[in-house]
Structure formats: structure tokens, C-alpha cells
């Protein structure tokens, strides 16, 4: 790990795991700014405009991954995090807190590298230091560079009469339109295309699986994320979401619904590989076979 300066903030971490690396803001945050090979193009979004800019009161996006609480809600989602995260090493992971807010959450993200499994493992936490207990779901949004697509697998699929069950949870926002070209619905994958000038589009959906992936500057960023069975999700129970539009597209995956008591935490992890020089095949059926290979040698 090494301090460097970063897209206008004076202090970044910067963490290396085989031929990535990661960066992550210190003088702002918790936010990981940069995701790429090493000498690559970044991997995920950067917004020009908020770039080395700190502290006030106003929401800024930034770029790049950040907690959330969700379900989305103005007063305690888009809480500003302008201000400088505590930084500290502790059992070879890079621990990233901010101060609470003023509603009392306190956000935390762990990064360990696992250089022999090719991944950086993200330990999301949000801690509640307020006078009374709430209700939320901690909710990973990872934005990405413009130009490429996202990949999710649809639920495993059964012919009628084995399952009598729904099983394929689709959650449209109002301005979610299934005819916009940038969809592909496939039998087995669920894709959408990040266009430079278009929109907003949105899904969620529950992926059993635990996994999504976005392909971009001739690479794939695959993140796996935990399914728990019979919890309950946000969002009309969606634990994965995907939103896009004319600048960037996010990568979400979201923890259960908790009911967080004064002093407690809610906790959620995702895995980060990033898939050097891979394509995802353009059929479908070969494309769901693809995704879960690679997820399965990949595991959370």
C-alpha cells in the first residue's frame, strides 16, 4: 500500500493485487476511485466535475464505489461524504471509516487483497449511533466507465409442470422502458448496454446466484455478492439492481433488509475479480454457461 495523490485530492490509497490495482480517497469517502490493470484504463466511472473537490453540505457523485443505505431515501441515502475517512491496517486489510452522519450512520468499507485468488474482498459496514433503532439494507453501488455492458443471469430455468412457483423477480422503476434497444432479454442473460447520450434506464431482480459482471476496455469485471435465502430484500426484494445513463452504469448489489439497533451494524461483502483480455460470447445459452463458469472458479 502507498499514498499518492489522485484525481485532485492530495491523499489516496493505493492497494495492488497482482496485475490490479485499487485506489481509494482519503481526503473524502469512503469511496474506491480507481479499479483497473495496472497501467490500464480505469474500470469504473470518474465525474470530471467533482474531482479533488471537499467538504460543504452538497450530495456530490464523484464516480467510483460507493455505501449506501437503502432503500433509496432523500434524508438518510444522499448523505454527503465530503469530508476526510479514518485510514488504518489491520490484519492485512485497509480499514476506510467515515464519521457518522448526521443521522447518526457511521460508514465503513474493509479491502483485503487476495493476491492468490486474483480478487479484492470488500467488507461493507453501517453502523447505527443514533438515539433509536432503524431499518435498513446496506447497498454497494459500483459505477462504472461508460461503453459497456452489464451481465446478470437470469434465475435457473425449469419447464412446466417441475416448478409452479414464480422464481424470476423483475422490478421496474417508472421510467424503466423494456423496449429501449440498450435491453437484451435473454433466456438466460439479462443484458444492458451503457450508450453515450441515452437516459435512464433501471432493473432489479433477485440473483440467486450471487453474481454480475460488466465488459468493458476488453476486459470483464465480475462481482460476486451473497444471496441469503428467505430474507428479506429492498426494492420489492431485489438483492442486485443495474441503473445506467448517458455518462456511466452501476453495478449494485444490495444486503437484506436488518433492523439495525442503536450501537449495532449491518455488514454485507462482495469479491472483485477483474478478467484481463476476456469476452463474454455473444450467444445466450454459451454466455450463461460462461458467466457461471467463471464465477464458480471465483468464489465469494
Request: glycine residues 10%.
Amino acid at each position: 500500500m502507498e499514498i499518492i495523490p489522485y484525481g485532485g485530492w492530495k491523499r489516496a490509497a493505493r492497494l495492488v493485487c497482482g496485475e490490479t490495482e485499487l485506489v481509494v480517497t482519503l481526503d473524502i469517502g469512503p469511496r474506491i476511485i480507481r479499479y483497473g490493470v495496472i497501467g490500464g484504463p480505469n474500470e469504473l466511472s470518474e465525474i470530471s466535475e467533482d474531482l479533488g473537490a471537499t467538504g460543504g453540505t452538497k450530495y456530490r457523485f464523484y464516480g467510483g464505489h460507493r455505501l449506501w443505505i437503502g432503500p433509496e431515501d432523500e434524508k438518510r441515502t444522499l448523505q454527503p461524504d465530503n469530508d476526510p475517512v479514518e485510514h488504518r491496517e489491520e490484519n492485512g486489510a485497509h480499514v476506510f471509516r467515515s464519521a457518522p452522519d448526521k443521522y447518526g450512520m457511521q460508514k465503513e468499507v474493509r479491502v483485503t487483497p487476495d493476491a492468490a485468488a486474483g480478487r479484492f474482498v470488500l467488507d461493507h459496514a453501517i453502523e447505527n449511533h443514533g438515539a433509536y433503532a432503524v431499518e435498513f439494507a446496506p447497498w454497494a453501488l459500483t459505477v462504472m466507465a461508460g461503453g459497456g455492458e452489464c451481465l446478470f443471469p437470469q434465475a435457473p430455468f425449469f419447464p412446466h409442470p417441475e416448478r409452479v412457483l414464480p422464481a424470476r423477480p423483475l422490478v421496474l422503476w417508472p421510467y424503466s422502458d423494456m423496449s429501449d434497444p440498450r435491453w437484451t432479454w435473454g433466456k438466460r442473460v439479462i443484458r444492458l448496454r451503457q450508450v453515450a447520450g441515452k437516459g435512464p434506464q433501471k432493473v432489479g431482480t433477485l440473483v440467486s446466484q450471487g453474481y454480475a459482471a460488466y465488459a468493458n476496455h476488453g476486459n470483464v469485471f465480475l462481482k460476486r455478492f451473497p444471496f441469503v435465502e428467505g430474507a428479506s430484500y429492498p426494492d420489492m426484494g431485489s438483492n442486485f439492481e443495474t441503473f445506467t445513463n448517458e455518462h456511466m452504469l452501476e453495478v449494485e448489489s444490495l444486503g437484506p433488509l436488518q433492523r439495525v439497533e442503536p450501537g449495532g451494524r449491518a455488514s454485507h461483502r462482495e469479491a472483485w475479480y477483474l478478467l484481463k483480455g476476456e469476452q463474454p460470447p455473444a450467444d445466450d445459452a454459451a454466455c450463461a454457461a460462461w458467466l457461471e463458469a467463471a464465477a464458480k472458479s471465483r468464489p465469494l
